[in-house]
C-alpha cells in the first residue's frame, strides 16, 4: 500500500485528464447514445445520462482543474484518503453534468458536498472549521430550496426527466415560484450576490487545490445547472425576474471587483474576482438571449481556467514568500522572471484583455445582456476597470519595486500546470470560436426569453 499512497497523486490527475479526454473527443464530434433506464420508478426517477456539447465543455473544464489541483497537491498528510476524496468529488461533479434527471442531479449534486467538505475540515488553515460550518449552512440551505422546487415540480408533472419537463411545462403563470426557488438552490454555488457569504471565508481558509475545485468546478457546475433547469425549464418564470435578477447580477459584479482592490491576501483577492466573474456570468445567464447564454458559457469556463492558474501562482509566490500577504513580497520578477511572466498573463486575462479568453467571455456575455439589460450592463461593465486596480496592482506589489525576498524560478510541476493552462486561455482568446462553436444552438435552452 505504501507504493499506492506514492501514485495516488499521479492517478488522481490521469484520471481528471482522462476525463478531459472524452469531453473533448465529443466535442471533436465522437457522439455516444444517451441511457436511460428506471431506478425509482414509483417516483418517477430514472437513471437519464447523457454528455451533450454543452456538458462535455464544462466537463472538459473540471478535468482540467481536477488535473490542476491533484499535481498542485504536493505536501499532504493521509494521501489515500485525500485522493480518494478528491477522486469523489470529480466523480461527484462530473456526475451533475451528465445526469438528465433532476432526483439524480439531486443526488449528485448534494453528494459533492461530503468530500468537500472533508478536504476543507481535515486539511485547510486555521479557520477551517468554521469556514466549513458557513459552507454547509449556505450550501444545504440551498439545497433544500432546490429539493423543494424539484419535487413539486415532479409533483406536478409526474416525472423527474428533464426533456420529458421540457415538453409539458409548468403553465407560464405558474412557473415564477418554482424557477425562483430551484435558482435560489443554484446560485448559492455560482456564488449570485447576495448568497456569497460562504465564499471568502472558504477560499481563505482552504487548501489551494480546493479553492480551485470550489472557483472553477464548482462555480462552472452552477452555470451549467442554471442553463440546463430554471432556464430551459421556466423560461416564462426566468423573464419576470430577468430585472431583478439582472440588477442583483450586476451589484454583485461590482461590489466583488470593489473588495478585492482592498484586500491584501492574494486568496481573499482572487475569492471576491470570482464573485465579481461569477456575477457576469450570471448576468448573461439572467438576460436570457442566445449571445448571451453562450457568452455566459464561455465566460465560466475562462474564469475557471483563469481562476485556476492564479490559484496555482499565488500558492507559488506564498511559497516563496512564507506568506499570502502583498506585504511580505516584493521584487520577485528579479529572480522569478518566468513565474513574473505566468503572473503577468493571469492577471492579463482576470482583466479582461483582449487576446485572453477573458475578454471573449465578457465580452459575449455583456454583449447579449445590454440589448435587454441595458442599465445593468452598464454597471456591469465597470468590472473591467475595477479588475485593472486589483490585477495590476498586485502584480506590481509582487513582482516590482524593492526586492523584499528572493525566491526560485517556475519549479517543473509549477510549469506542468501553469503552462498548459495559460496557453489554452491565449489560444481562446485569439480564437474563441474553437469553443464557442462546438456548442451548436440545439444544445442551449430556448433563448428568447424575454418576450
Same mark, same amino acid.
Given at each position: 500500500?505504501?507504493?499506492?499512497?506514492?501514485?495516488?497523486?499521479?492517478?488522481?490527475?490521469?484520471?481528471?485528464?482522462?476525463?478531459?479526454?472524452?469531453?473533448?473527443?465529443?466535442?471533436?464530434?465522437?457522439?455516444?447514445?444517451?441511457?436511460?433506464?428506471?431506478?425509482?420508478?414509483?417516483?418517477?426517477?430514472?437513471?437519464?445520462?447523457?454528455?451533450?456539447?454543452?456538458?462535455?465543455?464544462?466537463?472538459?473544464?473540471?478535468?482540467?482543474?481536477?488535473?490542476?489541483?491533484?499535481?498542485?497537491?504536493?505536501?499532504?498528510?493521509?494521501?489515500?484518503?485525500?485522493?480518494?476524496?478528491?477522486?469523489?468529488?470529480?466523480?461527484?461533479?462530473?456526475?451533475?453534468?451528465?445526469?438528465?434527471?433532476?432526483?439524480?442531479?439531486?443526488?449528485?449534486?448534494?453528494?459533492?458536498?461530503?468530500?468537500?467538505?472533508?478536504?476543507?475540515?481535515?486539511?485547510?488553515?486555521?479557520?477551517?472549521?468554521?469556514?466549513?460550518?458557513?459552507?454547509?449552512?449556505?450550501?444545504?440551505?440551498?439545497?433544500?430550496?432546490?429539493?423543494?422546487?424539484?419535487?413539486?415540480?415532479?409533483?406536478?408533472?409526474?416525472?423527474?426527466?428533464?426533456?420529458?419537463?421540457?415538453?409539458?411545462?409548468?403553465?407560464?403563470?405558474?412557473?415564477?415560484?418554482?424557477?425562483?426557488?430551484?435558482?435560489?438552490?443554484?446560485?448559492?454555488?455560482?456564488?449570485?450576490?447576495?448568497?456569497?457569504?460562504? $465564499?471568502?471565508?472558504? %477560499? @481563505?481558509?482552504?487548501?489551494?487545490?480546493? *479553492?480551485? !475545485?470550489?472557483?472553477?468546478?464548482? #462555480? /462552472? &457546475? =452552477?452555470?451549467?445547472?442554471?442553463?440546463?433547469?430554471?432556464?430551459?425549464?421556466?423560461?416564462?418564470?426566468?423573464?419576470?425576474?430577468?430585472?431583478?435578477?439582472?440588477?442583483?447580477?450586476?451589484?454583485?459584479?461590482?461590489?466583488?471587483?470593489?473588495?478585492?482592490?482592498?484586500?491584501?491576501?492574494?486568496?481573499?483577492?482572487?475569492?471576491?474576482?470570482?464573485?465579481?466573474?461569477?456575477?457576469?456570468?450570471?448576468?448573461?445567464?439572467?438576460?436570457?438571449?442566445?449571445?448571451?447564454?453562450?457568452?455566459?458559457?464561455?465566460?465560466?469556463?475562462?474564469?475557471?481556467?483563469?481562476?485556476?492558474?492564479?490559484?496555482? $501562482?499565488?500558492?507559488? %509566490? @506564498?511559497?516563496?514568500?512564507?506568506?499570502? *500577504?502583498? !506585504?511580505?513580497?516584493?521584487?520577485? #520578477? /528579479? &529572480? =522569478?522572471?518566468?513565474?513574473?511572466?505566468?503572473?503577468?498573463?493571469?492577471?492579463?486575462?482576470?482583466?479582461?484583455?483582449?487576446?485572453?479568453?477573458?475578454?471573449?467571455?465578457?465580452?459575449?456575455?455583456?454583449?447579449?445582456?445590454?440589448?435587454?439589460?441595458?442599465?445593468?450592463?452598464?454597471?456591469?461593465?465597470?468590472?473591467?476597470?475595477?479588475?485593472?486596480?486589483?490585477?495590476?496592482?498586485?502584480?506590481?506589489?509582487?513582482?516590482?519595486?524593492?526586492?523584499?525576498?528572493?525566491?526560485?524560478?517556475?519549479?517543473?510541476?509549477?510549469?506542468?500546470?501553469?503552462?498548459?493552462?495559460?496557453?489554452?486561455?491565449?489560444?481562446?482568446?485569439?480564437?474563441?470560436?474553437?469553443?464557442?462553436?462546438?456548442?451548436?444552438?440545439?444544445?442551449?435552452?430556448?433563448?428568447?426569453?424575454?418576450?
Amino acid at each position: 500500500m505504501p507504493r499506492l499512497s506514492r501514485w495516488s497523486r499521479a492517478l488522481s490527475a490521469i484520471a481528471a485528464l482522462a476525463v478531459t479526454a472524452v469531453a473533448m473527443a465529443l466535442l471533436a464530434g465522437v457522439r455516444g447514445a444517451p441511457l436511460r433506464f428506471g431506478w425509482a420508478g414509483a417516483l418517477g426517477a430514472g437513471s437519464a445520462v447523457d454528455l451533450d456539447e454543452l456538458s462535455a465543455a464544462f466537463v472538459a473544464l473540471t478535468g482540467i482543474a481536477f488535473a490542476a489541483g491533484a499535481l498542485a497537491s504536493e505536501r499532504v498528510g493521509h494521501r489515500r484518503a485525500y485522493f480518494a476524496l478528491w477522486d469523489l468529488l470529480l466523480a461527484s461533479l462530473i456526475a451533475t453534468f451528465v445526469a438528465r434527471d433532476l432526483l439524480l442531479f439531486f443526488v449528485f449534486w448534494d453528494a459533492a458536498l461530503v468530500p468537500i467538505a472533508l478536504l476543507m475540515w481535515q486539511w485547510g488553515d486555521r479557520d477551517r472549521r468554521g469556514a466549513t460550518q458557513r459552507l454547509l449552512i449556505h450550501a444545504l440551505t440551498g439545497s433544500a430550496l432546490l429539493l423543494v422546487g424539484i419535487v413539486s415540480l415532479a409533483v406536478a408533472r409526474g416525472t423527474f426527466d428533464i426533456d420529458a419537463l421540457a415538453a409539458r411545462r409548468v403553465p407560464a403563470p405558474a412557473q415564477l415560484l418554482p424557477a425562483m426557488l430551484v435558482l435560489a438552490g443554484l446560485a448559492v454555488r455560482l456564488p449570485v450576490f447576495p448568497l456569497h457569504g460562504w $465564499l471568502p471565508r472558504t %477560499i @481563505a481558509s482552504a487548501p489551494v487545490p480546493v *479553492s480551485i !475545485a470550489v472557483l472553477a468546478a464548482m #462555480s /462552472a &457546475s =452552477a452555470t451549467y445547472a442554471i442553463l440546463r433547469i430554471p432556464v430551459y425549464l421556466f423560461p416564462d418564470g426566468m423573464t419576470a425576474a430577468a430585472p431583478l435578477l439582472g440588477a442583483l447580477a450586476a451589484v454583485g459584479a461590482a461590489y466583488g471587483a470593489l473588495v478585492a482592490t482592498r484586500e491584501t491576501d492574494l486568496r481573499r483577492i482572487l475569492a471576491f474576482a470570482g464573485l465579481a466573474q461569477a456575477n457576469v456570468v450570471a448576468l448573461g445567464l439572467f438576460a436570457g438571449t442566445e449571445t448571451s447564454l453562450r457568452g455566459a458559457m464561455f465566460a465560466s469556463i475562462s474564469n475557471g481556467l483563469v481562476i485556476a492558474a492564479a490559484l496555482v $501562482l499565488a500558492a507559488a %509566490i @506564498a511559497r516563496r514568500t512564507s506568506s499570502y *500577504s502583498l !506585504a511580505r513580497a516584493g521584487g520577485l #520578477s /528579479a &529572480s =522569478a522572471p518566468a513565474l513574473a511572466g505566468c503572473f503577468t498573463i493571469a492577471a492579463f486575462a482576470l482583466i479582461g484583455l483582449p487576446g485572453t479568453s477573458g475578454f471573449a467571455g465578457m465580452l459575449l456575455a455583456l454583449a447579449g445582456a445590454y440589448e435587454r439589460m441595458p442599465a445593468s450592463t452598464a454597471v456591469t461593465s465597470l468590472v473591467w476597470i475595477v479588475s485593472a486596480v486589483f490585477a495590476l496592482g498586485a502584480l506590481r506589489r509582487v513582482f516590482h519595486g524593492p526586492p523584499l525576498v528572493r525566491g526560485g524560478d517556475l519549479r517543473a510541476v509549477e510549469a506542468l500546470i501553469l503552462v498548459p493552462i495559460l496557453a489554452l486561455v491565449i489560444v481562446l482568446g485569439v480564437v474563441p470560436r474553437l469553443l464557442s462553436d462546438r456548442v451548436p444552438p440545439s444544445a442551449l435552452p430556448a433563448a428568447e426569453l424575454v418576450r
